[in-house]
DNA sequence: CTTTTGACCTGACAGC
DNA sequence: TGCTGTCAGGTCAAAA
């Protein structure tokens, strides 16, 4: 379930929860996810102090005494923070106690996520230290869109989802930025102007903090809600609209499949 | 090197 | 009520 924009609202929710905090135990349910859990976790992170928190691409980053917590929420994962620690559900696989008697569950019915453990920088971890550049960072520019497209001949959709160009753009939100650029999601990277880029970095950055400001309203609900902020009643303009008319002309929208990946785009208004 | 495909998992839903 | 097939918000490894 989770996007950029979700788990950047994860991220934001947990923070204040967890920044200051020291962990008191830790449950590993199910270790099989994407990677093992490491099994040491249980006896080496209790007692740690959570200094930060931050986000990379989609990765969740706890900075501890002793080295960081990686973890990832894949197709289907969701965290949440509890007082009252519920018996827990077949899905839920990792859990964090913490100090203040606070519990931060994961559930991942998938077991597409992950949770990691590094004791050296984050950015250098195998797995982070090959991801592209922020899409809401200055860094990400139309010149630099531009650069990396023009010797390229896949579909501008597919581009996008590179994590190992720009880190983070997942179906939903590739879909949805090209309708707001008016660019087809198939377009041959190469095919595409400077100013096709100018107006895609644009339309990326704003479809997402659209869809982190929509987020921000349930933030305030985080602790309680039940793990699944959901996609924060975004309304679509294209994805998942198939054969419904488009919002702005009425045209229908065309579903189609790139790669495995459900693509919706108007055809009239993305040319 | 780039691009495409397969794989990892479970659950929800449509159709028979 | 099953059963089967398809699809789902991710992303890495291997094949082409």
Known sequence: MP??????????????HLVGRTISRVTIRHAKLRYPIP?????NLPGQNIYSIARRAKYLLIQCDEGWLILHLGMSGSLRLMTNASPADRHDHFELALDDGQHM?????RRFGAVLWTENDPAIHPLLRPLGVEPLSAAFTGHYLHTIVQQRTAAIKSLLMNS??????GNIYANEALFRAGVRPETPGHHLSHLHCEKITTAVKETLESAIAAGGSSLRDFVNA???????????N???RG??????????????RQGQRSTFYCPHCQQ
């Open 243 to 256: 054969q419904e008319p488009c919002r702005v002309c009425a045209t229908p929208v065309n579903h189609s």
């Open 164 to 169: 190992h160009l720009i880190a983070g753009i």
């Open 238 to 240: 294209v994805y998942g």
């Open 105 to 109: 569950r994961l559930r991942d019915p």
């Open 39 to 43: 099994a040491e976790l249980t006896a």
């Open 3 to 16: 996007e950029l924009p979700e788990v950047e609202i994860i991220y934001r929710g947990l923070e204040p």
């Open 226 to 236: 039940a793990g699944q902020p959901g996609y924060f009643q975004q309304h679509y």
